[in-house]
Nanobody, 125 residues
Framework: QVQLVESGGGLVQAGGSLRLSCTAS??????????MGWFRQAPGKEREFVAG?????????VYANSVKGRFTISRDNAKNTVYLQMNSLKPEDTAVYYC???????????????WGQGTQVTVSS
C-alpha cells in the first residue's frame, strides 16, 4: 500500500513562488517504476490536471496550458519524491494540490491509482 504525503503549501502573494513536495512510502514496486503527477481542486470546481512526469528522473513532462512556463515538475527517485516548483503565482492558482501516482502519465483522474491527502495553496492578490 502506497502513502503519498504532500508538503510545502501555504499562503503567498501574487507573483511569488512555492515548491510542493510529495514523498511516497511504498512496499513492493519501487517509486521509480511509476509515473507521477499533480492535480488541483478549487472550491466548487472539479479536480484538474496540473503537471505530470514519466517514471525516470529527468523524464518526459506534461503541463496544463494554464501553468505552462510557470510551473516545473521534477522527481528524485533516490528520495522517493516528486516536486512542483510554482513561480509567478496568480490568485487563480489557489486550490488544494494533490499528488498522484499512476501506471502511465496521470493526465486525468481516471489514470490515477493513488492520491495524496492534498495541501492548500492560497495566492493573495
Amino acid at each position: 500500500q502506497v502513502q503519498l504525503v504532500e508538503s510545502g503549501g501555504g499562503l503567498v502573494q501574487a507573483g511569488g513562488s512555492l515548491r510542493l513536495s510529495c514523498t511516497a512510502s511504498t512496499s513492493g514496486r519501487t517509486f521509480s517504476s511509476y509515473a507521477m503527477g499533480w492535480f488541483r481542486q478549487a472550491p466548487g470546481k472539479e479536480r484538474e490536471f496540473v503537471a505530470g512526469i514519466s517514471w525516470w528522473s529527468g523524464g518526459n513532462t506534461v503541463y496544463a496550458n494554464s501553468v505552462k512556463g510557470r510551473f516545473t515538475i521534477s522527481r528524485d527517485n533516490a528520495k522517493n519524491t516528486v516536486y512542483l516548483q510554482m513561480n509567478s503565482l496568480k490568485p487563480e492558482d489557489t486550490a488544494v494540490y494533490y499528488c498522484a501516482r499512476g501506471e502511465y502519465m496521470p493526465t486525468n483522474p481516471s489514470r490515477v491509482g493513488s492520491w495524496g491527502q492534498g495541501t492548500q495553496v492560497t495566492v493573495s492578490s
